[in-house]
Nanobody
Framework: VQLQASGGGSVQPGGSLRLSCAASGSIFTINTMGWYRQAPGKQRELVATITSGSITDYGDSVKGRFTISRDNAKNTVYLQMNSLKLGDTAVYYC???????????????WGQGTQVTVSS
């Protein structure tokens, strides 16, 4: 199973970016998908998660500014980031909890990370 993230880049404070992450490979079903981020010198932190039934959860620092969504038919999760702040600068990683067959256990897979830089 591979997760391919895209959409990162550089933006000024107050700007917007949209991240995408597509899962491919041997997939029977995907449970929760999500985004995490890691800034230099800091631990990886939750940004947002979304279940297969579209129940969402957000980190406190992004509530009201970021929106997570997913397209189950495409095995893709999105992160719309608005009103970006300097503190949002980080490498953003996508995550998916995947069952590779009807009888397999859930496994966590990670994307390669995409850089988001907010600077004036």
């Amino acid at each position: 199973v591979q997760l391919q993230a895209s959409g990162g880049g550089s933006v000024q404070p107050g700007g917007s970016l949209r991240l995408s992450c597509a899962a491919s490979g041997s997939i029977f079903t995907i449970n929760t998908m999500g985004w995490y981020r890691q800034a230099p010198g800091k631990q990886r932190e939750l940004v947002a998660t979304i279940t297969s039934g579209s129940i969402t959860d957000y980190g406190d620092s992004v509530k009201g500014r970021f929106t997570i969504s997913r397209d189950n038919a495409k095995n893709t999760v999105y992160l719309q980031m608005n009103s970006l702040k300097l503190g949002d600068t980080a490498v953003y990683y996508c995550n998916a909890d995947v069952k590779r067959s009807a009888v397999s256990r859930l496994e966590a897979f990670w994307g390669q990370g995409t850089q988001v830089t907010v600077s004036s």
